[in-house]
Nanobody, 116 residues
Framework: QVQLVESGGGSVQAGGSLRLSCTTF????????VAWFRQAPGKARERVAA???????RYADSVKARFTISRDNAKNTFYLQMNSLKPEDTAKYYC??????????WGQGTQVTVSS
């Protein structure tokens, strides 16, 4: 059974940093696509960063140069390093894995709150 478990969310002041982690169980993801999404109350879900099957990375314009997605294959874990956080980054963040449209597997979400 595949499971994605996120950690690392929390509260931080604007300008601060957080690192989210997503550990996968029962799924060898390193050859596949992984991504981080976020959803704020009343807003649509947004993909903020992704690693594709060819190891290329993509970022939403709103987070470029501030967020970095990476992975550690040995730990079956991928990360989202978030720097220079802004109040508008406040959302619930979800990790996802798999190369189908819409991804195959999802984590339960972790809350990130940025105060001004």
């Amino acid at each position: 059974q595949v499971q994605l478990v996120e950690s690392g969310g929390g509260s931080v002041q604007a300008g601060g940093s957080l690192r989210l982690s997503c550990t996968t169980f029962g799924y060898t993801y390193h050859s596949y696509c992984v991504a981080w999404f976020r959803q704020a109350p009343g807003k649509a879900r947004e993909r903020v960063a992704a690693i594709d099957s060819d190891d290329s990375t993509r970022y939403a314009d709103s987070v470029k140069a501030r967020f970095t997605i990476s992975r550690d294959n040995a730990k079956n874990t991928f990360y989202l390093q978030m720097n220079s956080l802004k109040p508008e980054d406040t959302a619930k963040y979800y990790c996802a894995a798999g190369c189908s449209i819409g991804y195959d597997y999802w984590g339960q979400g972790t809350q990130v709150t940025v105060s001004s």
